[in-house]
């Protein structure tokens, strides 16, 4: 297992059409979580799952996004209708147990581009 | 409020220097967690070092040292003897007690020249 993998890379879309992004934990971490960092900000939480279970959300997350973690393995982060405030990178990191007793590894991100 | 303020958004630095990075974090929780993480240019955030509220002691882990005070609300990060590898944005955060989500500060760039 190399780490907490996230496809694609790189996505570019036009205004209003919908994306998805992908996941994939180190295998048996239970928690994933998902952040967005835009320039020259620090990651900003989004929301993190206990196994399939969502446990939180980000109130600042708007309707447009969704996430889900079917079977408690990778998960899925989608907008629907993108705006050009999405343009970001987004995070996916994964832990074997709470992050607040162990560190949470990430992945590379998925860079966004709406344009 | 949770808050974790990095005032300083950019260090440069000159290899063998030591440098420190500063942290302030905000909470109203007594239990709270404290953590570092570097982002080097690849984007994938790498964990330092994680902190309890109730563990004051300094830590030291090779070139790198950090030094939380209560009483101030800070942990600071020092680098000792600064490499070039060490180039990379560092980030603070913060988890509070009740929640499972790491609140970062904005950042701060280390540019550390040969």
């Known amino acids: 297992d190399t780490g907490v993998s996230q496809d694609p890379r790189h996505k570019i879309t036009k205004r209003g059409q919908n994306v998805t992004f992908r996941c994939d934990p180190i295998s048996e971490h239970n928690r994933l979580y998902w952040y967005r960092q835009t320039l020259g900000q620090g990651p900003e939480f989004l929301t993190y799952?206990?196994?399939?279970?969502?446990?939180?959300k980000s109130r600042l997350l708007s309707d447009r996004f969704s996430a889900e973690r079917p079977k408690g393995s990778f998960s899925t982060l989608e907008i629907q209708r993108t705006e050009q405030g999405d343009s970001a990178m987004y995070l996916c990191?994964?832990?074997?147990?709470?992050?607040?007793?162990?560190?949470?590894?990430f992945g590379q991100g998925t860079r966004l581009t709406v344009v | 409020a949770q808050k974790v303020t990095q005032a300083q958004t950019e260090i440069s630095v000159v290899e063998k220097e030591d440098v420190t990075l500063d942290c302030v974090y905000e909470t109203r929780d007594t239990t709270y967690y404290l953590f570092w993480y570097k982002q080097p240019p690849s984007g994938e955030l790498v964990f330092l070092i994680r902190?309890?509220?109730?563990?004051?002691q300094n830590e030291i882990s090779g070139r790198y040292s950090w030094n939380f005070q209560k009483s101030t609300s800070s942990f600071n990060f020092t680098i000792t003897a600064s490499q070039v590898v060490d180039s990379a944005v560092y980030f603070c955060a913060l988890t509070p007690y009740n929640t499972d989500k790491l609140i970062f500060g904005t950042g701060t760039r280390l540019q550390v020249f040969p």
């Open positions: 799952f206990q196994n399939e279970a969502q446990l939180e």
């Open positions: 902190r309890n509220s109730f563990d004051e």
């Open positions: 990191a994964s832990s074997f147990i709470v992050v607040k007793d162990t560190e949470a590894f």
